[in-house]
């Protein structure tokens, strides 16, 4: 079975700074990972994802995630955050392993906020 | 259409109602998928056609809850009976093509309240 922790249910960060949020996953083959973002009263739109290949993996409005399997990882980054950024953001897995299922596990979701 | 669309946006129901919720995934997408999102939560799969065959629905809470799509396009979820805790963001999604690895496009949701 696969599963997804974020940490941080909530994240705050100032307008131009970081923007670090935290994805582990387990999975017990090779899994494939997403983020997506969803704004209030949207459907979840997709950021990035990574299958194979480069473990650095470049999505949208200037976001990345790195891909590292010795710590079971996939952290979205941002290096400079712009109030546009404010949304919830899901990390989720799928493999190989769930037969006719090609669901999505999501996490829990972390909830970026940013300050002016 | 150019996206997922799902309706109605917004339902709500009296205990024990029976609702039906639409979705249209975007044309020619084979995969379909619905996922269901209590407040503060991530998505959670609920059940998964490929085409007009239903090849999952382990995530589907109770015997209360049905998915068909039965021409392959547009899908209905139906839950007969409905109950308080059945309150959430119920979420539709399509993909091009089957396999864990290809985009999921999704719809704005339905929100439905039990009352």
Known sequence: ?116 | GAGVSQSPRYKVAKRGQDVALRCDPISGHVSLFWYQQALGQGPEFLTYFQNEAQLDKSGLPSDRFFAERPEGSVSTLKIQRTQQEDSAVYLCASSLIAGPKNIQYFGAGTRLSVL
């Open chain 1, 1 to 116: 079975a696969q599963s997804v922790t974020q940490l941080g249910s909530h994240v705050s960060v100032s307008e131009g700074a970081l923007v670090l949020l935290r994805c582990n996953y387990s999975s017990s083959v090779p899994p494939y990972l997403f983020w997506y973002v969803q704004y209030p009263n949207q459907g979840l739109q997709l950021l990035l994802k990574y299958t194979t290949g480069a473990t650095l993996v470049k999505g949208i409005n200037g976001f990345e995630a790195e891909f590292k399997k010795s710590e079971t990882s996939f952290h979205l980054t941002k290096p400079s955050a712009h109030m546009s950024d404010a949304a919830e953001y899901f990390c989720a897995v799928s493999d190989n392993e769930g037969g006719g299922a090609d669901g999505l596990t999501f996490g829990k979701g972390t909830h970026l906020i940013i300050q002016p």
